[in-house]
């Protein structure tokens, strides 16, 4: 790699930080081709504090107290952490004034629709990874999500 490259590259990495400061991003992938074998591929990213929603406190008492409290300081570490296969707005039902897919309590099987993320003006059906019971909704209906946001607990 010519220094000029690495100058390059490393002018092209903070732009992409600034792009993500600027409009108030977590994450930013991008793949940059110079050629048949040679590319950049760069993934910034800033953490950001974790929102935890006042309807979404109804998690059950667990056995271990440390635990609880671990589950809830980074739901996205918790087992059962439905997380967001995409940047995009969150829907809760399929339209305005529908039923929620489902709530706190709901027992889902595998497959069945949790929410909807829409990306791209595509509506995507976020389905239920496996059998269980909905024990937290950590996201608001119209919410903007990022990739890898914790979206449902399954218990």
Same mark, same amino acid.
């Given at each position: 790699? *010519? ?18 400061? /600027?409009? +108030?991003? *977590? ?5 940059? /081709?110079?050629?048949? +074998?040679?590319?950049? +591929? ?22 271990? $107290? ?12 918790? $087992?059962?952490?439905?997380?967001? $296969? ?12 529908? #039923? ?5 309590? *709901?027992?889902?099987? /595998? ?10 003006? *595509? ?5 239920? #990874? ?15 999500? /990022?990739?890898?946001? #914790? ?5």
């Amino acid at each position: 790699m *010519t220094q000029n490259t690495r100058d390059a590259d490393v002018a092209f990495i903070q732009a992409l930080a600034e792009v993500l400061r /600027e409009n +108030d991003l *977590t994450e930013v992938k991008v793949k940059r /081709e110079y050629g048949e +074998d040679d590319s950049l +591929d760069v993934r910034v990213s800033r953490q950001q504090p974790q929102q935890v929603m006042a309807a979404a406190v109804a998690a059950p008492v667990a056995a271990a $107290p440390a635990a609880a409290s671990a589950a809830s300081a980074d739901p996205a570490s918790d $087992p059962g952490a439905v997380t967001s $296969p995409m940047v995009g707005t969150i829907y809760l039902a399929a339209e305005p004034g529908a #039923p929620a897919f489902v709530s706190v309590g *709901t027992v889902v099987a /595998e497959g069945d629709t949790l929410l909807i993320v829409e990306a791209m003006k *595509t509506m995507n059906h976020i389905p239920a #990874p496996r059998a269980g019971k909905v024990i937290r909704i950590l996201v608001d209906d119209g919410s903007a999500v /990022e990739f890898g946001s #914790p979206l449902v607990i399954l218990e």
